[in-house]
């Protein structure tokens, strides 16, 4: 079983910038982060696969910044100019080439089978 360890969630102001990150145990394959604010389904946010292609959530696109370093086996989301409606719950997430829950993202189905105990981002406005 590998864990998801998360970790840089706080509270900033409107237009401020935060950097998750997301320490794995053991072997993944695609990971990802997504995000739930109370009241709301969760949503993906970023993906990276394998092969290191990204994708991003059309609300975030160009304002965050997914990225790995596989020789750390730790997951990054760089979030810039954040917004008030940013605010949320945010998980990391990690596939493990098979099962799993299977997510729509960004027209993409991401299958993932380990989670992290999400860390909180909250935007001021």
């Known amino acids: 079983q590998v864990q998801l360890v998360e970790s840089g969630g706080g509270s900033v102001q409107a237009g401020g910038s935060l950097r998750l990150s997301c320490a794995a145990s053991g072997y993944t394959t695609n990971m990802g982060w997504l995000r739930q604010a109370p009241g709301k389904e969760r949503e993906g946010v970023a993906t990276i696969d394998v092969d290191g292609t990204t994708r991003y959530a059309p609300s975030v696109k160009g304002r965050f910044t997914i990225s790995q370093d596989r020789a750390k086996n730790t997951l990054y989301l760089q979030m810039n100019s954040l917004k008030p409606e940013d605010t949320a719950m945010y998980y990391c997430?990690?596939?493990?080439?098979?099962?799993?829950?299977?997510?729509?993202?960004?027209?993409?189905?991401?299958?993932?089978?380990?989670w992290g105990q999400g860390t909180q981002v909250t935007v001021a406005s």
């Open positions: 997430a990690a596939g493990s080439g098979y099962g799993g829950t299977s997510y729509w993202i960004t027209g993409v189905w991401q299958q993932y089978k380990y």
